[in-house]
């Protein structure tokens, strides 16, 4: 399927994860991974990257997009064709060169969660 949409567009521009972010601490093996309050699986629901594991004739680069609310960074994959490399490295330049990342990350003001051992 991943080739047919390739026939009609050089790449694809897809997020890396279906969430900004997992919380710190948890082990998702162990507790279940709630989003939207529905049960998810950790590996196979939430990594977007999987797929393109298992097409990997289809050179993959990711880059930053910009930030969540709470300041993580957030990733975007660059998909292209089978064996193009150089036109993923040119749209991941040309989103560079458009909106260049930080070399140093912004303070975002980190609070507690109420209730939490810090509190």
Do not use: K
Not at 45 to 60: G, M, T
Not at 88 to 114: K, M, N, T, Y
């Amino acid at each position: 399927r991943i080739d047919r949409v390739l026939l009609e567009h050089d790449a694809l521009l897809c997020p890396v994860m279906a969430v900004p972010a997992l919380a710190a601490g948890v082990d998702h093996t162990v507790e279940p991974l709630l989003v939207d309050g529905v049960q998810r699986d950790s590996f196979h629901d939430i990594h977007l990257s999987e797929v393109f594991n298992v097409a990997n004739r289809c050179p993959v680069l990711t880059v930053p997009a910009g930030r969540g609310a709470s300041g993580v960074p957030i990733g975007v994959q660059i998909v292209a064709r089978g064996y193009d490399d150089a036109t993923a490295f040119a749209i991941g330049g040309a989103l560079e060169q458009a909106h260049p990342w930080p070399l140093v990350a912004p303070h975002f003001d980190v609070r507690p969660v109420s209730g939490s051992a810090s509190d």
